[in-house]
């Protein structure tokens, strides 16, 4: 897309990305895992679209907060017990969709205990890529 305002050279497509993100949740179905929260692993993958190369000022009010990211992700995930992971990845794709100017949102959620010889993770992907 080239218009006068905006040639392709000074913009390009933006993804805000957070990964590793650790935490306790309550979440599953198991006996064990009703009794406590237990630790899971979030990565996201925010899309939001074109973008200037540079924000038109230097000013955290004018572009998607990540550390604003970062807590929602938590909140959405520790606000009560979820019996399915299916449940839980589609509720934060939801909420992160949410966010002004994103147009896709790609979410995996990792349980990092339920198995000794592996971890089992979920991840959805929504809207615009």
Do not use: S
């Not at 899971?40 to 990540?66: C, F, M, S």
């Not at 520790?78 to 399915?84: F, R, V, W, Y």
């Amino acid at each position: 897309m080239t218009t006068a305002a905006h040639p392709t050279h000074k913009i390009g497509r933006q993804v805000l990305t957070l990964t590793g993100l650790r935490f306790h949740a309550n979440l599953g179905i198991l006996d064990h895992e009703r009794q406590g929260p237990q630790p899971i692993e979030v990565d996201a993958e925010i899309n939001q679209g074109l973008q200037p190369l540079q924000p038109h000022d230097d000013d955290i009010r004018h572009v998607l907060d990540y550390r604003k990211v970062r807590q929602i992700i938590i909140d959405e995930c520790t606000a009560e017990h979820i019996n399915l992971l299916e449940t839980l990845v589609g509720k934060l794709a939801l909420r992160l969709m949410q966010l002004p100017g994103v147009i896709g949102v790609r979410v995996r959620i990792a349980k990092l205990e339920i198995f000794d010889d592996c971890e089992v993770a979920i991840r959805m992907e929504c809207g615009q890529w």
